[in-house]
């Protein structure tokens, strides 16, 4: 192995193992809270141009991921941290469980800017798929790239079909996008920013924990436009 070659394999070694953001504190989780709340304001009152509103008042749950970015030096690798929050069953949704999305494709549009990344969960078998320890987009559920627009009259036979609708916002184009291969776990770390204590994203989608103060705005932004 020449000098540069061995130079290159230590960068990349050392950059694999340092972990892709640090713990964060609470005050990050919360200004996270409020990103998410502010991605869901900004696509859906864009004109023409956010998610259909009658997909978005059937989803059963909504995952918000906002600056989803590249890790530096690690080639290909992707990280974001968000919330998913879903229907409590009494005209409500939930308090937010985190969620960490990592690796696969996040799109054409990610280039070396952050993206921000938005699902839908369109039924119960989605639900409890994304509730797994570690959920796989494509070998874990069907997963499409969601429709554009004020109406779902232009979706496929496969979105309407798809257990999870996936969209994505990078530099204000916004645009259904497809997450395959990429993972998604439970956030422990902003779990327990939120709620002071370890708690599992089945207990808090159970509806077994109150929404911290801070979640507010999300959850009012969620209900605005899923109902």
Not at 7 to 32: C, F
Not at 71 to 95: D, H, L, Q, S
Not at 177 to 189: F, H, M
Request: charged share 20%; glycine share 12%; aromatic share 6%.
């Amino acid at each position: 192995m020449s000098q540069k070659q061995w130079i290159a394999a230590a960068i990349v070694s050392l950059a694999l193992s340092i972990p892709l953001s640090a713990t964060p504190d609470k005050g990050d989780t919360e200004k996270r809270l409020q990103e998410a709340a502010n991605t869901i304001d900004e696509i859906m009152s864009a004109p023409d141009k956010g998610i259909p509103a009658d997909l978005f008042q059937k989803a059963a749950c909504v995952t918000i991921v906002p600056g989803v970015k590249k890790a530096a030096f690690v080639i290909g690798a992707k990280y974001g941290r968000g919330f998913m929050v879903c229907r409590n069953g009494k005209g409500g949704w939930t308090a937010p469980a985190g969620v960490r999305v990592e690796g696969g494709s996040v799109g054409f549009q990610i280039g070396g800017a952050e993206t921000d990344v938005v699902m839908l969960v369109m039924n119960q078998d989605g639900v409890n798929k994304l509730l797994s320890n570690k959920f796989t987009f494509g070998a874990d559920a069907s997963a499409t790239a969601g429709p554009v627009g004020r109406s779902a009259s232009a979706a496929t036979d496969a979105q309407l079909k798809a257990e999870i609708l996936t969209y994505s916002r990078s530099k204000g184009l916004f645009a259904g996008v497809s997450l395959e291969g990429a993972t998604l776990r439970t956030d422990e770390d902003a779990n327990k920013d939120l709620y002071g204590k370890a708690v599992s994203n089945k207990d808090i989608v159970a509806g077994t924990v109150a929404p911290p103060a801070s979640a507010a705005g999300l959850l009012s932004e969620v209900k605005k436009h899923a109902g």
